[in-house]
Nanobody, 126 residues
Framework: EVQLQASGGGLVQAGGSLRLSCAASGFTHDDYAIGWFRQAPGKDREAISIISSSDGTTYYADSVKGRFTISSDNAKNTVYLQMNSLKPEDTADYYC???????????????????WGQGTLVTVSS
């Protein structure tokens, strides 16, 4: 069973930075997509950034392009989300999620993700 442990959220001022971590375990083969979704109060969950284990392909939501960077440390089985130039509208619960077969389904559709970590809250003050 895949398990995901997210950490790194907190309170930061606008313009500041945070780094989220997702420690993953339990993958039984090496073709999977893993990354980050977020959900703000009253809004739908949205994909923020995803990385494919098979070829390193990345996805970024338009709202975070140029500000957020996803990376993975295979030795530590950990995926990171470096968030720079944070804005108040980035405030949300951030969730790490994963699924097998990175290319089989739309990469940004949360419906196709089977494994979810607990949320970590990011609050950006103005």
């Amino acid at each position: 069973e895949v398990q995901l442990q997210a950490s790194g959220g907190g309170l930061v001022q606008a313009g500041g930075s945070l780094r989220l971590s997702c420690a993953a375990s339990g993958f039984t083969h090496d073709d999977y997509a893993i990354g980050w979704f977020r959900q703000a109060p009253g809004k739908d969950r949205e994909a923020i950034s995803i990385i494919s284990s098979s070829d390193g392909t990345t996805y970024y939501a338009d709202s975070v392009k140029g500000r957020f960077t996803i990376s993975s440390d295979n030795a530590k089985n950990t995926v990171y989300l470096q968030m720079n130039s944070l804005k108040p509208e980035d405030t949300a619960d951030y969730y790490c999620a994963a699924r097998y077969y990175s290319r089989a389904y739309p990469i940004a559709d949360s419906y196709y993700y089977d494994y979810w970590g607990q949320g970590t809250l990011v609050t950006v003050s103005s």
